[in-house]
């Protein structure tokens, strides 16, 4: 993979005018979950930064829903961008179409890591102006045992909150990667970005159908994988095989597996 390609990728991808929505919509997202903080419990006094980034970060129809099908809008016509247009040149004329394939690959990675990142930090900006600021579980969380939506159990009191919130960050960032590669991967297939959009979004609203009605029997649905608390180590409820762990390598595979498609698929159009 040629970084010096990469990085023209991404910086092609990030000067789309649809970027520009990304902290308008990190705000909104964040506003409700402070909002729904409010309104739970009358005033914010005895929250802090972690209850807003639970809520945020943890709340299963945000993660599952929210987050991937807007990403899935600013990754799905990554690689079918280079078919038409004067992208077209640079698809037909590169030194290599493997290199192109792989080189959009990484280009999602870094709309991922970004992507989650500006979401991160709207959050954290907004919860400087409406909470208090402290290092362990707030007080909300003493008196009301995370009874909001992004809320833990009682078992992870003991817990760091930075360790906890850097495993939610890991997952959504990895999550985002994975499937918005498969994503840009489909509409390469069906040449039709439309669909594959509409596919994507459809997964994570079986996904979101899955938690609320038989997380114990398919936590595996595809953007289940975000969510810090479908897994063991956080809801009981799941096979015991289904660790953080095994979501980060089950999730790799599929990257894996996408990615020798697409490189099949870019090597054969090469013929």
């Given at each position: 993979?040629?970084f010096?390609?990469?990085?023209?990728?991404?910086?092609?991808?990030?000067?789309?005018t649809?970027?520009?929505?990304v902290?308008?919509?990190?705000?909104g997202?964040?506003?409700?979950?402070?909002?729904?903080?409010?309104?739970?419990?009358?005033?914010?006094?005895?929250?802090?930064?972690?209850?807003?980034?639970?809520?945020?970060?943890?709340?299963?129809?945000?993660?599952?829903?929210?987050?991937?099908?807007?990403?899935?809008?600013?990754?799905?016509?990554?690689?079918?961008q280079?078919?038409?247009?004067?992208?077209?040149?640079?698809?037909?004329?590169?030194?290599?179409?493997?290199?192109w394939?792989?080189?959009k690959?990484?280009t999602?990675?870094?709309?991922?890591?970004?992507y989650?990142?500006?979401m991160?930090?709207?959050?954290?900006?907004?919860s400087?102006?409406?909470?208090?600021?402290?290092?362990p579980?707030?007080?909300?969380?003493?008196l009301?045992?995370?009874?909001?939506?992004?809320?833990?159990?009682?078992?992870?009191?003991?817990?760091?909150?930075?360790?906890?919130?850097?495993?939610?960050?890991?997952?959504?960032?990895?999550?985002?990667?994975?499937?918005?590669?498969?994503?840009?991967?489909l509409?390469?297939?069906?040449?039709?970005?439309?669909?594959?959009?509409?596919?994507?979004?459809?997964?994570?609203?079986?996904?979101?159908?899955?938690?609320?009605i038989?997380?114990?029997?398919?936590?595996w649905?595809?953007?289940l994988?975000?969510?810090?608390?479908?897994h063991?180590?956080?809801?009981?409820?799941?096979?015991?095989?289904?660790?953080?762990?095994?979501?980060?390598?089950?999730?790799?595979?599929?990257?894996?597996?996408?990615?020798?498609v697409?490189h099949?698929l870019?090597?054969r159009?090469d013929?």
């Open positions: 993979m040629s010096r390609m990469v990085w023209f990728h991404a910086l092609v991808l990030l000067s789309r649809r970027w520009k929505v902290p308008l919509f990190a705000l997202i964040t506003v409700l979950a402070v909002a729904d903080l409010a309104k739970g419990y009358g005033k914010l006094g005895d929250a802090n930064q972690w209850d807003v980034l639970l809520n945020v970060f943890n709340d299963p129809f945000k993660v599952v829903v929210l987050l991937p099908a807007f990403f899935f809008i600013l990754v799905a016509d990554v690689v079918t280079d078919l038409e247009g004067w992208g077209y040149l640079h698809w037909n004329r590169g030194p290599s179409r493997a290199l394939w792989w080189s690959v990484g999602v990675g870094i709309a991922a890591f970004l989650s990142s500006m991160w930090l709207i959050a954290v900006l907004v400087v102006f409406t909470v208090q600021w402290q290092l579980w707030s007080r909300l969380v003493m009301s045992q995370w009874s909001y939506p992004g809320g833990l159990g009682p078992q992870h009191l003991h817990v760091p909150p930075p360790v906890i919130l850097f495993q939610a960050w890991g997952l959504i960032t990895w999550g985002l990667f994975v499937w918005g590669t498969i994503i840009a991967l509409a390469f297939v069906l040449r039709h970005t439309g669909i594959a959009w509409m596919t994507g979004a459809a997964s994570c609203l079986i996904s979101y159908g899955i938690w609320i038989a997380t114990e029997k398919a936590p649905a595809p953007t994988h975000l969510l810090l608390k479908v063991v180590e956080f809801e009981s409820r799941v096979p015991a095989f289904f660790t953080i762990g095994w979501s980060f390598l089950a999730e790799t595979l599929l990257l894996l597996a996408a990615g020798v697409g099949l870019s090597v159009r013929l």
